[in-house]
Protein backbone atom coordinates (compact mmCIF):
# COMPACT_ATOMS: atom_id res chain seq x y z
CA UNK A 1 0.00 0.00 0.00
CA UNK A 2 2.48 2.17 0.97
CA UNK A 3 4.40 1.96 -2.51
CA UNK A 4 1.45 2.83 -4.07
CA UNK A 5 0.38 5.90 -2.31
CA UNK A 6 4.12 6.77 -3.04
CA UNK A 7 3.26 6.24 -6.47
CA UNK A 8 -0.15 8.26 -6.65
CA UNK A 9 2.29 11.38 -5.45
CA UNK A 10 4.78 10.98 -8.06
CA UNK A 11 2.75 10.58 -10.42
CA UNK A 12 0.60 13.62 -9.53
CA UNK A 13 3.72 15.51 -9.27
CA UNK A 14 5.06 14.45 -12.67
CA UNK A 15 1.73 15.80 -14.36
CA UNK A 16 2.13 18.88 -12.69
CA UNK A 17 4.99 19.63 -14.31
CA UNK A 18 4.39 21.72 -17.66
CA UNK A 19 0.81 21.65 -17.59
CA UNK A 20 -1.09 24.36 -18.28
CA UNK A 21 -3.50 25.70 -15.13
CA UNK A 22 -6.62 24.54 -16.96
CA UNK A 23 -4.81 20.89 -17.03
CA UNK A 24 -4.00 20.68 -13.46
CA UNK A 25 -7.45 21.80 -12.90
CA UNK A 26 -8.56 19.27 -14.61
CA UNK A 27 -5.87 16.75 -13.44
CA UNK A 28 -7.21 17.88 -10.16
CA UNK A 29 -10.97 17.09 -10.86
CA UNK A 30 -10.60 13.48 -12.13
CA UNK A 31 -8.09 13.21 -8.41
CA UNK A 32 -11.09 14.26 -6.36
CA UNK A 33 -13.10 11.18 -8.61
CA UNK A 34 -10.62 8.83 -7.80
CA UNK A 35 -10.43 9.64 -3.84
CA UNK A 36 -14.09 9.83 -3.67
CA UNK A 37 -14.17 6.36 -5.55
CA UNK A 38 -11.73 4.93 -2.74
CA UNK A 39 -14.12 6.66 -0.18
CA UNK A 40 -16.88 4.58 -1.13
CA UNK A 41 -14.81 1.03 -1.54
CA UNK A 42 -13.66 1.77 2.53
CA UNK A 43 -10.18 2.48 1.36
CA UNK A 44 -10.12 5.98 3.52
CA UNK A 45 -6.02 6.11 3.91
CA UNK A 46 -5.33 5.76 0.21
CA UNK A 47 -8.18 7.93 -0.47
CA UNK A 48 -6.76 10.55 2.18
CA UNK A 49 -3.52 10.68 -0.10
CA UNK A 50 -5.05 11.28 -3.53
CA UNK A 51 -6.73 14.49 -1.96
CA UNK A 52 -3.45 15.63 -0.87
CA UNK A 53 -2.26 15.22 -4.68
CA UNK A 54 -5.35 17.25 -5.51
CA UNK A 55 -4.98 19.62 -3.62
CA UNK A 56 -0.84 19.94 -4.47
CA UNK A 57 -2.24 20.79 -8.02
CA UNK A 58 -4.88 23.03 -7.10
CA UNK A 59 -4.73 24.48 -3.09
CA UNK A 60 -8.28 26.84 -3.07
CA UNK A 61 -11.05 25.20 -3.69
CA UNK A 62 -12.32 25.34 -0.33
CA UNK A 63 -15.84 23.07 -0.01
CA UNK A 64 -13.88 20.21 -1.75
CA UNK A 65 -11.68 19.47 1.54
CA UNK A 66 -14.89 18.59 3.74
CA UNK A 67 -14.61 14.58 1.88
CA UNK A 68 -11.22 14.79 2.15
CA UNK A 69 -11.79 15.61 6.31
CA UNK A 70 -14.33 13.10 6.25
CA UNK A 71 -11.87 10.23 5.12
CA UNK A 72 -9.32 11.51 7.24
CA UNK A 73 -11.54 10.86 10.34
CA UNK A 74 -12.58 7.23 9.41
CA UNK A 75 -9.00 6.52 8.58
CA UNK A 76 -8.23 7.60 12.30
CA UNK A 77 -6.00 10.42 11.47
CA UNK A 78 -7.19 12.98 13.36
CA UNK A 79 -4.20 15.25 12.62
CA UNK A 80 -4.98 14.90 9.22
CA UNK A 81 -8.23 16.35 10.14
CA UNK A 82 -7.12 19.07 11.75
CA UNK A 83 -4.57 20.63 9.36
CA UNK A 84 -7.55 19.80 6.39
CA UNK A 85 -9.82 21.72 8.45
CA UNK A 86 -6.85 24.87 8.69
CA UNK A 87 -5.89 24.65 5.34
CA UNK A 88 -9.83 24.73 3.91
CA UNK A 89 -10.47 27.49 6.59
CA UNK A 90 -7.73 29.31 5.12
CA UNK A 91 -9.20 29.21 1.65
CA UNK A 92 -12.81 30.03 2.36
CA UNK A 93 -14.60 27.51 3.72
CA UNK A 94 -17.14 28.29 6.70
CA UNK A 95 -16.77 24.73 8.66
CA UNK A 96 -20.37 25.68 10.29
CA UNK A 97 -22.58 25.31 6.97
CA UNK A 98 -21.72 21.84 6.61
CA UNK A 99 -23.16 18.87 9.44
CA UNK A 100 -22.27 15.12 9.48
CA UNK A 101 -22.25 13.48 12.56
CA UNK A 102 -19.00 12.20 12.48
CA UNK A 103 -17.74 15.84 11.84
CA UNK A 104 -19.52 17.33 14.49
CA UNK A 105 -18.46 14.98 16.65
CA UNK A 106 -14.71 15.78 16.38
CA UNK A 107 -15.52 19.49 16.37
CA UNK A 108 -17.27 19.28 19.79
CA UNK A 109 -14.00 16.97 21.12
CA UNK A 110 -10.74 17.96 22.26
CA UNK A 111 -9.58 16.14 19.48
CA UNK A 112 -10.34 19.12 17.51
CA UNK A 113 -8.20 21.83 19.28
CA UNK A 114 -5.28 21.84 16.97
CA UNK A 115 -7.80 23.34 14.29
CA UNK A 116 -9.95 25.13 16.89
CA UNK A 117 -6.84 27.25 18.54
CA UNK A 118 -6.50 27.92 15.18
CA UNK A 119 -9.47 28.81 13.22
CA UNK A 120 -9.87 32.52 13.80
CA UNK A 121 -6.40 33.23 12.60
CA UNK A 122 -6.85 31.30 9.36
CA UNK A 123 -10.29 32.66 9.01
CA UNK A 124 -8.10 36.27 8.70
CA UNK A 125 -5.81 34.55 6.87
CA UNK A 126 -8.97 34.16 4.15
CA UNK A 127 -10.09 37.45 4.83
CA UNK A 128 -7.04 39.37 4.29
CA UNK A 129 -6.04 38.10 0.70
CA UNK A 130 -9.94 37.12 -0.61
CA UNK A 131 -11.38 39.81 -2.59
CA UNK A 132 -14.73 40.29 -0.31
CA UNK A 133 -16.19 43.32 -2.10
CA UNK A 134 -16.27 40.81 -5.31
CA UNK A 135 -17.96 38.31 -2.93
CA UNK A 136 -20.51 41.20 -1.32
CA UNK A 137 -21.18 41.41 -5.61
CA UNK A 138 -21.44 38.49 -6.89
CA UNK A 139 -24.07 37.63 -3.63
CA UNK A 140 -26.00 40.63 -5.54
CA UNK A 141 -26.58 39.22 -8.58
CA UNK A 142 -28.89 36.55 -7.08
CA UNK A 143 -30.57 34.34 -9.27
CA UNK A 144 -33.52 34.14 -12.18
CA UNK A 145 -35.50 32.83 -8.87
CA UNK A 146 -37.17 35.24 -6.77
CA UNK A 147 -39.51 34.57 -3.73
CA UNK A 148 -42.69 37.08 -3.37
CA UNK A 149 -44.80 37.83 -0.32
CA UNK A 150 -48.12 38.54 -0.99
CA UNK A 151 -50.50 41.22 0.44
CA UNK A 152 -51.89 38.15 2.34
CA UNK A 153 -48.71 36.90 2.72
CA UNK A 154 -48.49 34.05 0.17
CA UNK A 155 -45.25 33.01 -0.65
CA UNK A 156 -44.67 32.76 -4.80
CA UNK A 157 -41.77 31.88 -6.82
CA UNK A 158 -41.11 34.55 -9.47
CA UNK A 159 -38.64 35.15 -12.61
CA UNK A 160 -36.16 37.51 -12.26
CA UNK A 161 -34.57 38.25 -16.37
CA UNK A 162 -32.59 41.17 -14.52
CA UNK A 163 -29.95 38.66 -12.28
CA UNK A 164 -28.69 38.10 -15.93
CA UNK A 165 -27.86 41.24 -16.90
CA UNK A 166 -26.57 41.92 -12.99
CA UNK A 167 -24.13 39.14 -13.45
CA UNK A 168 -23.13 40.02 -16.68
CA UNK A 169 -22.73 43.91 -15.56
CA UNK A 170 -20.47 42.52 -12.95
CA UNK A 171 -18.30 40.39 -15.39
CA UNK A 172 -17.88 43.40 -17.37
CA UNK A 173 -17.16 46.06 -14.89
CA UNK A 174 -14.45 43.94 -12.72
CA UNK A 175 -13.66 40.28 -14.58
CA UNK A 176 -14.70 36.95 -13.73
CA UNK A 177 -14.48 36.28 -10.27
CA UNK A 178 -12.24 33.64 -9.70
CA UNK A 179 -12.00 30.62 -7.04
CA UNK A 180 -8.73 31.11 -5.80
CA UNK A 181 -10.41 35.01 -5.01
CA UNK A 182 -14.05 34.34 -3.59
CA UNK A 183 -13.57 30.66 -2.70
CA UNK A 184 -16.81 28.53 -3.20
CA UNK A 185 -19.00 31.59 -3.99
CA UNK A 186 -17.51 31.19 -7.66
CA UNK A 187 -20.50 28.76 -8.11
CA UNK A 188 -22.79 31.34 -7.86
CA UNK A 189 -22.03 31.80 -11.38
CA UNK A 190 -23.27 28.31 -11.83
CA UNK A 191 -26.29 29.18 -9.91
CA UNK A 192 -27.36 32.18 -11.63
CA UNK A 193 -26.96 30.70 -15.70
CA UNK A 194 -28.99 27.93 -14.67
CA UNK A 195 -32.00 30.34 -14.37
CA UNK A 196 -31.09 30.86 -17.98
CA UNK A 197 -29.89 27.85 -19.65
CA UNK A 198 -33.12 27.50 -22.07
CA UNK A 199 -30.98 30.35 -24.20
CA UNK A 200 -27.75 28.57 -23.86
CA UNK A 201 -25.22 28.82 -26.01
CA UNK A 202 -26.48 30.96 -28.89
CA UNK A 203 -29.15 33.72 -27.06
CA UNK A 204 -27.78 37.34 -27.40
CA UNK A 205 -26.90 37.28 -23.56
CA UNK A 206 -24.70 34.08 -23.21
CA UNK A 207 -22.57 35.66 -26.41
CA UNK A 208 -21.96 38.88 -24.22
CA UNK A 209 -20.92 36.31 -21.33
CA UNK A 210 -19.29 33.12 -22.86
CA UNK A 211 -16.33 34.65 -23.85
CA UNK A 212 -15.23 35.80 -20.38
CA UNK A 213 -16.03 32.62 -18.74
CA UNK A 214 -14.42 30.60 -21.25
CA UNK A 215 -11.32 32.74 -21.03
CA UNK A 216 -11.19 32.36 -17.23
CA UNK A 217 -11.58 28.41 -17.93
CA UNK A 218 -9.08 28.02 -20.04
CA UNK A 219 -6.85 29.94 -17.94
CA UNK A 220 -7.64 28.10 -14.54
CA UNK A 221 -9.24 30.52 -13.23
CA UNK A 222 -12.53 29.45 -12.21
CA UNK A 223 -13.33 25.22 -12.44
CA UNK A 224 -13.07 23.74 -16.17
CA UNK A 225 -16.93 22.65 -15.11
CA UNK A 226 -18.29 25.60 -14.28
CA UNK A 227 -21.01 25.33 -17.20
CA UNK A 228 -21.57 21.44 -17.37
CA UNK A 229 -24.95 21.83 -15.09
CA UNK A 230 -26.07 24.35 -17.84
CA UNK A 231 -25.09 22.44 -20.72
CA UNK A 232 -27.57 19.48 -18.56
CA UNK A 233 -30.36 22.07 -18.28
CA UNK A 234 -30.06 23.41 -22.00
CA UNK A 235 -30.19 19.95 -23.33
CA UNK A 236 -33.08 18.95 -20.74
CA UNK A 237 -35.20 21.87 -21.80
CA UNK A 238 -34.76 21.42 -25.53
CA UNK A 239 -35.17 17.86 -25.12
CA UNK A 240 -32.18 16.77 -26.42
CA UNK A 241 -29.78 13.69 -24.73
CA UNK A 242 -27.95 15.13 -21.65
CA UNK A 243 -24.22 16.26 -22.33
CA UNK A 244 -22.35 15.68 -18.48
CA UNK A 245 -25.05 14.20 -16.18
CA UNK A 246 -24.14 16.93 -13.67
CA UNK A 247 -28.22 17.55 -12.80
CA UNK A 248 -29.09 13.79 -12.91
CA UNK A 249 -29.58 14.14 -9.07
CA UNK A 250 -32.10 16.93 -9.67
CA UNK A 251 -34.02 14.85 -12.53
CA UNK A 252 -34.22 11.26 -11.32
CA UNK A 253 -36.37 12.55 -7.97
CA UNK A 254 -39.17 12.86 -10.51
CA UNK A 255 -38.90 11.28 -13.86
CA UNK A 256 -38.90 7.96 -14.58
CA UNK A 257 -35.72 8.04 -17.10
CA UNK A 258 -33.51 10.33 -18.54
CA UNK A 259 -32.13 9.99 -21.72
CA UNK A 260 -27.99 10.98 -21.82
CA UNK A 261 -25.61 11.04 -25.11
CA UNK A 262 -23.96 7.71 -26.01
CA UNK A 263 -21.60 6.34 -22.38
CA UNK A 264 -18.76 6.76 -24.62
CA UNK A 265 -19.71 10.36 -25.67
CA UNK A 266 -20.59 11.54 -22.03
CA UNK A 267 -17.56 9.89 -20.24
CA UNK A 268 -15.72 12.09 -22.95
CA UNK A 269 -16.77 14.95 -22.27
CA UNK A 270 -17.23 14.81 -18.98
CA UNK A 271 -12.99 13.83 -18.38
CA UNK A 272 -12.26 16.91 -20.68
CA UNK A 273 -14.00 19.51 -17.66
CA UNK A 274 -12.10 16.75 -14.89
CA UNK A 275 -15.15 15.02 -13.67
CA UNK A 276 -14.87 11.24 -13.44
CA UNK A 277 -16.85 8.25 -15.30
CA UNK A 278 -20.68 8.99 -15.75
CA UNK A 279 -21.15 5.32 -13.39
CA UNK A 280 -18.93 7.23 -10.54
CA UNK A 281 -21.40 9.88 -10.24
CA UNK A 282 -24.40 7.54 -10.40
CA UNK A 283 -22.97 5.18 -7.66
CA UNK A 284 -21.71 8.55 -5.09
CA UNK A 285 -25.96 9.76 -5.55
CA UNK A 286 -27.21 6.55 -5.29
CA UNK A 287 -28.96 6.84 -8.55
CA UNK A 288 -30.80 3.69 -10.07
CA UNK A 289 -28.81 2.85 -13.25
CA UNK A 290 -32.51 2.06 -14.49
CA UNK A 291 -33.35 5.77 -14.47
CA UNK A 292 -30.59 6.56 -17.29
CA UNK A 293 -31.09 5.75 -20.42
CA UNK A 294 -28.22 6.10 -22.99
CA UNK A 295 -28.84 6.95 -26.49
CA UNK A 296 -26.68 3.87 -28.21
CA UNK A 297 -29.21 1.95 -25.65
Known sequence: ?????????????????GQSARDRFIRYGLLLDSAQAMDRAGAHAAAVAVFDSAFA???????DYVPAVLNALAAGRDDR????????????????????????????????LPFLNLQEYVKQQWLDHADTAMIRRLKQ?????????????????????????????????????????????????????MDF????????????????????????????????SVQDMADQLHHRPMTYGETLPLLTNDADTVLML???????????????PIDHLLQRWGINPAKVRFASE
Open 197 to 228: AADFPDGPKWQQLLPWLRSAMDRGLVPPDLLA
Open 81 to 112: ANGLLAQATENGLDISRYYYPELQEFLLSERA
Open 1 to 17: MRAVLLAIGLVAGLCAQ
Open 262 to 276: DKAHVNAARRAVGLG
Open 141 to 193: VGTGQVMRVDAQGGIHMEFDSTAFDRLIELVREHGVPTAASVGDEVYAITHTC
Open 57 to 63: LVPFMAM
